[in-house]
T-cell receptor, first 110, second 112 residues
Framework: QQPVQSPQAVILREGEDAVINCSSS?????VHWYRQKHGEAPVFLMI?????EQKGHEKISASFNEKKQQSSLYLTASQLSYSGTYFC???????????FGTGTSLTVIP | DAGITQSPRYKITETGRQVTLMCHQT?????MFWYRQDLGHGLRLIYY???????DKGEVPDGYVVSRSKTENFPLTLESATRSQTSVYFC???????????FGPGTRLTVL
């Protein structure tokens, strides 16, 4: 039931780019992205509501391919503060049944 | 203070005991959620609530009971705690579908 994220873990040097993918076997109505720092609660990054929608948040952006039931998160020119675990989250119907993905651990090193 | 709070922040209990985790939000959000987070499984939905007196099961509801008599409170009860329920529990809320979820700080529960 959980969306599957890839890669499971990635290590970057400052300034490098990364892509995190989120795939679901079920139809998606929306895709959320969250970042969680160690020992803290998840923090919302963005939500995509329509197939084909793309959004940006500083140097972090995302896309949503409704037909393929996939979303991707793009991190450009990574900073140390980007380190954490990234989760996608999906709503499959209007009843608010919500599923988080398996998570991607991202570490940015100097 | 406005926001979403959880109590206690840390709890150690023994197998078979009843434990209640509290969640309180001040935004009057309609929806509230309980998740558990375990290594290797990410965040999994236990129960959610669309409004006072309306609750529904999530992905992993077995062994848990919820109630929501007031919009702002959503307690989670483990009626007879088991070691497998050792986890970090997060409460969240949002005003409705297709909205950001706001998370509480979490409760770290250890069942001995």
């Amino acid at each position: 039931q959980q969306p599957v994220q890839s890669p499971q873990a990635v290590i970057l040097r400052e300034g490098e780019d990364a892509v995190i993918n989120c795939s679901s076997s079920k139809a998606l109505y929306s895709v959320h992205w969250y970042r969680q720092k160690h020992g803290e609660a998840p923090v919302f990054l963005m939500i995509l509501l329509k197939g084909g929608e793309q959004k940006g948040h500083e140097k972090i952006s995302a896309s949503f391919n409704e037909k393929k039931q996939q979303s991707s998160l793009y991190l450009t020119a990574s900073q140390l503060s980007y380190s954490g675990t990234y989760f996608c989250g999906t709503e499959r119907n209007t009843g608010n049944q919500f599923y988080f993905g398996t998570g991607t651990s991202l570490t940015v090193i100097p | 203070d406005a926001g979403i709070t959880q109590s206690p922040r840390y709890k150690i209990t023994e197998t078979g005991r009843q434990v209640t985790l509290m969640c309180h939000q001040t935004w009057s959000h309609s929806y509230m959620f309980w998740y558990r987070q375990d290594l290797g499984h990410g965040l999994r939905l236990i129960y959610y609530s669309a409004a006072a007196d309306i609750t529904d099961k999530g992905e992993v509801p077995d062994g848990y009971v919820v109630s929501r008599s007031k919009t702002e409170n959503f307690p989670l009860t483990l009626e007879s705690a088991t070691r497998s329920q050792t986890s970090v529990y997060f409460c969240a809320s949002n005003p409705g579908s297709y909205n950001e979820q706001f998370f509480g700080p979490g409760t770290r529960l250890t069942v001995l």
